[in-house]
């Protein structure tokens, strides 16, 4: 038997997709407008989904204080109204929301342990949604 708890919180950080692979040029044609050298902010809006079992004592599958509180101390108070690029974590990994659906669900399915963590999902604008599962 297994449910499932999505909830929702907001992030707002700036980025600049670049890679240090690319040439200078390259990186203009690739990102585009995303690769001006003076970045630009989002107002992501992250989904964390966690899945199991409803402990038959709380009627719960994770207390939502706890999953607040690990959301809060792991993602919101390391990336909020931060330089994305900045963070170590994305030294070697460009800043586009398909890589912090990647490192925000890193960062959490430990932090979680043992509810299991399902998904993440990011908007990152009001067309542009990302999902990212784990790698099983
Ligand atoms: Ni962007």
Excluded: W
Excluded at 23 to 29: K, L, V, Y
Excluded at 76 to 83: C, G, K, Y
């Amino acid at each position: 038997m297994k449910a499932y708890f999505t909830r929702a919180y907001t992030l707002s950080a700036s980025h600049r997709l670049h890679t240090e692979a690319l040439s200078a040029e390259d990186n203009r044609t690739t990102f585009g407008k995303c690769n001006n050298p003076h970045g630009h902010g989002h107002n992501y809006r992250i989904e964390v989904t966690v899945g199991g079992p409803v402990d038959p004592a709380t009627g719960m599958v994770i207390n939502m204080a706890t999953l607040d509180q690990v959301v809060n101390d792991v993602v919101i108070r390391r990336f909020d109204h931060m330089n994305l690029n900045l963070d170590p974590l994305f030294t070697h990994r460009v800043s586009t929301t398909e890589n912090l659906s990647i490192t925000v669900f890193d960062l959490l399915a430990s932090a979680l342990a043992p509810a299991i963590l399902e998904k993440i999902r990011i908007e990152e604008t009001e067309n542009n949604f990302f999902e990212y599962s784990g790698s099983h």
